[in-house]
């Protein structure tokens, strides 16, 4: 039985990690390196690390931390924010990623996706796509940390990605970001059953069930998650966590 990927994402702010509540309010949770350290012995099979202010901020991506990540990492990892351009994209890879997420540049530098994917191949580049609900509009596509809405629908905007040439699609709702109450499930199905590249689900998972109904019910070819892995309980304790093997092939049977 081939088991499906089950991601922790984990949100850079400076050299800290923070985990935040529908894009807002943040909260520190922990260093990456000794983070990294725990999903080491915990065996995970895959990481994304998202620099939430290089964008906004208009700062390049922490080239220096990436190389301090990619010294303690078993297992590969992507990292996303900052991006914009292709010289960028070959010194993350140079630091140790193994896979670039693009986010807003996707769509204010409208040749960068393209260009990238003919330089460092589609299993390199991935684009991130956020999602918020509006009231007349419903799901928009929003860029800039989830400030900037363009106007976009996100199943045709995952077409235009796929039409460029992306190895994955990773397709967030803000609306349940960090609130643990479960995947947009309506938002992953219109995204995956749009395209055939894989599409990865997040935001929003809060217990193990979740993952198997993105997977049954959403169409995703995998998941991530941010809250689930490093809070426990009602008081959002953190604690860096991640299910056994038995557990996850238990969301097969």
């Given at each position: 039985?081939?088991i499906?990927?089950?991601?922790?994402?984990?949100?850079?702010?400076?050299?800290?990690?923070?985990?935040?509540?529908r894009?807002?309010?943040?909260?520190?949770?922990?260093?990456?390196?000794?983070?990294v350290?725990?999903?080491?012995?915990?065996?995970?099979d895959?990481l994304?690390?998202?620099d939430i202010?290089a964008?906004?901020?208009?700062?390049?991506?922490?080239?220096?931390l990436?190389?301090?990540?990619?010294?303690?990492?078993?297992?590969?990892?992507?990292?996303?924010?900052?991006?914009?351009s292709l010289?960028?994209?070959?010194?993350?890879?140079?630091?140790?990623?193994?896979?670039?997420?693009?986010?807003?540049?996707?769509f204010?530098?409208?040749?960068?996706?393209?260009e990238?994917?003919?330089?460092f191949?589609?299993?390199?580049?991935?684009?991130?796509?956020d999602?918020?609900?509006?009231?007349?509009?419903g799901n928009?596509?929003?860029?800039k940390?989830?400030?900037?809405?363009?106007?976009?629908?996100p199943v045709?905007?995952?077409?235009?990605?796929?039409d460029?040439g992306?190895?994955?699609?990773?397709?967030?709702?803000?609306?349940r970001d960090?609130t643990?109450?479960?995947?947009?499930?309506?938002?992953?199905k219109g995204?995956?059953?749009?395209?055939?590249?894989?599409?990865?689900a997040?935001?929003?998972?809060?217990?193990?069930?979740?993952?198997g109904?993105?997977f049954r019910d959403g169409?995703?070819?995998?998941v991530a998650a941010?809250?689930f892995?490093?809070?426990?309980?009602?008081?959002?304790?953190?604690?860096?966590?991640?299910?056994?093997?038995?557990?996850?092939?238990?969301?097969?049977d």
């Amino acid at each position: 039985m081939k088991i499906k990927r089950i991601i922790p994402t984990l949100l850079l702010r400076n050299r800290g990690l923070v985990k935040t509540v529908r894009f807002r309010d943040s909260t520190y949770v922990g260093d990456p390196i000794n983070t990294v350290r725990i999903f080491n012995e915990k065996e995970v099979d895959e990481l994304f690390f998202l620099d939430i202010d290089a964008t906004i901020q208009k700062k390049d991506p922490p080239y220096v931390l990436i190389q301090d990540i990619a010294s303690e990492c078993f297992m590969p990892f992507a990292y996303g924010g900052g991006i914009s351009s292709l010289i960028q994209i070959e010194r993350i890879i140079k630091s140790g990623a193994e896979k670039i997420i693009i986010n807003s540049a996707a769509f204010t530098a409208k040749g960068l996706i393209a260009e990238a994917v003919s330089r460092f191949g589609s299993s390199t580049i991935a684009v991130s796509i956020d999602v918020k609900r509006e009231f007349l509009r419903g799901n928009i596509v929003y860029i800039k940390g989830g400030t900037l809405s363009t106007g976009k629908n996100p199943v045709d905007y995952a077409r235009e990605m796929e039409d460029k040439g992306v190895g994955e699609i990773l397709v967030n709702s803000i609306d349940r970001d960090g609130t643990m109450a479960g995947y947009d499930l309506d938002l992953v199905k219109g995204v995956s059953g749009a395209v055939r590249v894989p599409v990865i689900a997040c935001g929003g998972a809060g217990k193990m069930s979740d993952f198997g109904t993105a997977f049954r019910d959403g169409g995703a070819s995998a998941v991530a998650a941010g809250s689930f892995f490093v809070f426990h309980g009602k008081r959002r304790a953190v604690l860096i966590t991640y299910p056994s093997y038995l557990e996850i092939t238990q969301l097969f049977d």
